[in-house]
Nanobody, 125 residues
Framework: VQLQASGGGLVQAGGSLRLSCAAS????????MGWFRQAPGKEREFVAS????????DYADSVKGRFTISRDNTKNTVYLQMNSLKPEDTAVYYC???????????????????WGQGTLVTVSS
């Protein structure tokens, strides 16, 4: 599967952005999906994930209550709604796909099989 992330940009602190990740192919509903981010000079870190049906999600503590992951299997797209953005949310955001229909959303980075190219989010103070 090929993943194309979009929706990044420059936003002021407190603002909102919605990232999208469009997947190619007809088997999107066979994948759990995740969002990760990498800030300059830092390692890539987990942000949020969602299982194949959209019924279960997981979030990093740093974004709980501010970010929401969702998916539309009819559009082969996963979303990341980001509210109350902070300067520390500045990073390149990557979407990733994990093969399999599991009850729980995918976890660590090594579980993912496919990665998108990333979209830059910059939050100004």
């Amino acid at each position: 599967v090929q993943l194309q992330a979009s929706g990044g940009g420059l936003v002021q602190a407190g603002g909102s952005l919605r990232l999208s990740c469009a997947a190619s192919g007809r088997t999107f509903s066979s994948y759990g999906m995740g969002w990760f981010r990498q800030a300059p000079g830092k390692e890539r870190e987990f942000v949020a994930s969602i299982n194949w049906s959209g019924g279960n999600t997981d979030y990093a503590d740093s974004v709980k209550g501010r970010f929401t992951i969702s998916r539309d299997n009819t559009k082969n797209t996963v979303y990341l709604q980001m509210n109350s953005l902070k300067p520390e949310d500045t990073a390149v955001y990557y979407c990733a796909a994990h093969s399999g229909r599991y009850y729980y959303p995918p976890g660590p980075m090594y579980e993912y099989d496919y990665w998108g190219q990333g979209t830059l989010v910059t939050v100004s103070s």
